[in-house]
């Protein structure tokens, strides 16, 4: 069974810069898509960014655009999320979550990732933006 850790986040100030990991285990993340979501209190989840395992395609969240990178490393089971620019409504507990996508076309530019679409979720790890 695909266990998922997720590391990295923490307190920062309006401006900087902090990295997350998503380290799989008990299962190859080679045919699966990595999803990071967020979720602010009292407010739905929301989708950040995707990642394809097998050929690196990636989506972004219009409002992460520009700021946050997603990569991966299959070698180590391991995807990360660069988040830079970092401003106090990314204030969020961040997940991540990985999907079956044999075919590599889950996640793409434009496309809409759900929640629903991921059938595993890593405990979560909180981020706070703040001066």
């Known amino acids: 069974q695909l266990q998922l850790v997720e590391s990295g986040g923490g307190l920062a100030q309006p401006g900087e810069s902090l990295r997350l990991s998503c380290k799989g285990s008990g299962f190859t993340l080679d045919y699966k898509v990595i999803g990071w979501f967020r979720q602010a209190p009292g407010k739905e989840r929301e989708a950040v960014s995707c990642?394809?395992?097998?050929?690196?395609?990636?989506n972004y969240a219009d409002t992460v655009k520009g700021r946050f990178t997603i990569a991966r490393d299959s070698a180590t089971n391991t995807a990360w999320l660069e988040m830079n620019g970092l401003k106090p409504e990314d204030t969020a507990l961040y997940y991540c979550a990985a999907r079956t996508d044999y075919s590599g076309t889950y996640c793409r530019s434009n496309s809409r990732m759900k929640s629903t679409d991921f059938e595993s979720w890593g405990q979560g790890t909180q981020v706070t933006i703040s001066a």
């Open positions: 990642i394809t395992m097998s050929n690196g395609r990636t």
